[in-house]
């Protein structure tokens, strides 16, 4: 079966609505939470039906940093998800919880 095709504008007013909802309860901006939500489904548009039928927390864990959108951190610099992966898993690694390999 083919998976059911959404409506831009009714993504992106989801994706809004979420992120507002979201956002306001973590005490974050939601234009951010926005846009790893975007980032998140860009790659992986796989969870698109799930996110627009059960919300954020249908997303896996980590989703907001399992894209490829950059982001400025408190220190000025811009990062990308990937070197926040890298070291989550440095960092695991040197816990011995082992991160994704182990």
């Known amino acids: ?8 504008q009714l993504v992106l007013e989801h994706v809004a609505k979420v992120a507002t909802a ?7 901006g939601a234009m951010e939470t926005a846009g790893g939500i975007l980032g998140y489904l860009a790659e992986n548009p796989r969870d698109l039906e799930p996110f627009m039928v059960g919300g954020i927390w249908e997303l896996p864990p980590g989703w907001f940093q399992r894209h490829n959108l950059t982001w400025h951190a ?7 998800p990937s070197e926040v992966r ?3 898993e440095i960092s695991q690694k040197k816990r011995g919880r082992g991160g994704r390999d182990g």
């Open 1 to 8: 079966m083919a998976p059911k095709r959404y409506d831009a």
């Open 74 to 80: 408190a220190n000025g610099k811009v990062v990308h």
């Open 22 to 28: 979201f956002a306001e309860q973590a005490g974050v």
């Open 86 to 88: 890298s070291v989550g």
